[in-house]
């Protein structure tokens, strides 16, 4: 008797094997939402905080790159990205495992169907605010251009054009949250609290 194929794995799925092996459940799940435009630090800070704790870490870049090699940053690619994310945010909240997203995060729009995601998996719902000076971030683009910041139609970006672009996006944050300036030397310090708060849950 003929098998049926296996089925092929769904966008979530591949967000979730990207990130294996995954870390080890806790008794209470945070979800830890980092809000920043590019050349902010946030990645930085997901990656120090997973050293110190047991989190599991969703790159948005790291997502696009795995669903949408050729990406165009087109709406429906970014719609793509977003849905597979917030898949992925609510299997590893069910499973009780602690998620960081390391995304831009930068409108209510963005951030509020992560917040209900939080609230129907009971988690405890962290945002950070990631800051640096102008001329920090400048240079961080700067370095990063080569890697291929574009505009939405795949078009090379200044670092100048995309900070303005971003700050252009940026809303407040309407919910309680934390800010740290990922160029401080008290940086070390505020990774270490946050990784002992979400340890204690």
Do not use: C
């Amino acid at each position: 008797m003929n098998q049926p194929p296996p089925a092929a794995p769904s966008d979530a799925d591949l967000v979730l094997e990207a990130i294996e092996p995954l870390p080890r459940p806790r008794a209470w799940a945070s979800l830890v939402v980092l809000v920043g435009p590019p050349g902010a630090g946030k990645s930085t800070l997901a990656r120090r905080l997973a050293e110190r704790t047991p989190v599991a870490v969703i790159s948005a870049d790291e997502v696009r790159q795995r669903l949408a090699p050729a990406a165009d940053f087109s709406f429906g690619e970014s719609q793509r990205v977003q849905r597979a994310i917030r898949l992925a945010i609510g299997e590893l909240l069910h499973r009780s495992i602690s998620v960081v997203l390391d995304a831009p995060n930068l409108t209510e729009w963005e951030r509020q169907p992560l917040y209900s995601i939080a609230e129907l998996h009971h988690a405890r719902l962290v945002l950070v605010d990631v800051t640096a000076p102008t001329d920090v971030v400048m240079g961080r683009l700067a370095v990063g251009a080569g890697a291929g910041a574009t505009s939405g139609g795949g078009e090379p970006q200044s670092p100048r054009d995309v900070h303005l672009g971003h700050a252009m996006r940026r809303e407040p944050i309407t919910r309680e949250h934390m800010q740290v300036d990922t160029s401080s030397p008290a940086l070390d310090q505020f990774i270490t609290a946050l990784a002992m708060d979400l340890d204690e849950g």
